[in-house]
T-cell receptor
């Protein structure tokens, strides 16, 4: 399967702990996105990369959140000092860049529960 | 900032009936996407609409875009149980020929099709 993959699929942690999620995009896609989805809501944009460069960050992304894409391939999203409000599904998506359509293809998500 | 609103938020349909989901957005959006999400799963891309008057169809689903009215619709024809899912529309903004990348999602419409 050559779709977007995410690891882990589920994570339970205690408040105050740090967690890190990984996303592997579709191999030829140069853009990678992170979104957060809470129950009953649509995904909310967090940040995105074009190759290695982080081009935009949402104000939702507090200083406890950091994302990297060091070699322009996989990306990690780290949450430091987790809070109960961080409990959500974290979705990664990837796309090509072009003048026509740039459909974002989503991975299966990482479901985070902070106790 | 782009805002996207969908209605209805909940839709209960009988098999064989037709219905339409509406997606209104607040400012000019250069591209409009429709996604489907099954419970506990990630998002599946359905349609990308890039210009005023664009219409796309796949099976029992048809999506259209009216940029002047800032409205997109997803029309369901002769619904079947397999269409039960949550449907999201999302808008994106263009900047000089390349997308900003960020998508802004609506709240989602939970569609349930009954026999």
């Amino acid at each position: 399967d050559t779709g977007v993959s995410q690891d882990p699929r589920h994570k339970i942690t205690k408040r105050g702990q740090n967690v890190t999620f990984r996303c592997d995009p579709i191999s030829e896609h140069n853009r990678l996105y992170w979104y957060r989805q809470t129950l009953g809501q649509g995904p909310e944009f967090l940040t995105y990369f074009q190759n290695e460069a982080q081009l935009e960050k949402s104000r939702l992304l507090s200083d406890r959140f950091s994302a990297e894409r060091p070699k322009g391939s996989f990306s990690t999203l780290e949450i430091q000092r987790t809070e109960q409000g961080d409990s959500a599904m974290y979705l990664c998506a990837s796309s090509l860049t072009g003048p026509i359509q740039e459909t974002q293809y989503f991975g299966p998500g990482t479901r985070l529960l902070v106790l | 900032e782009l805002k996207v609103e969908q209605n209805p938020l909940f839709l209960s349909m009988q098999e064989g009936k037709n219905y339409t989901i509406y997606c209104n957005y607040s400012t000019t959006s250069d591209r409009l996407y429709w996604y489907r999400q099954d419970p506990g799963k990630s998002l599946e891309s359905l349609f990308v609409l890039l210009s005023n008057g664009a219409v796309k169809q796949e099976g029992r689903l048809m999506a259209s875009l009216d940029t002047k009215a800032r409205l997109s619709t997803l029309h369901i024809t002769a619904a079947v149980h397999d269409l039960s899912a949550t449907y999201f529309c999302a808008g994106g903004l263009n900047a000089g020929g390349t997308s900003y990348g960020k998508l802004t999602f609506g709240q989602g419409t939970i569609l349930t099709v009954h026999p």
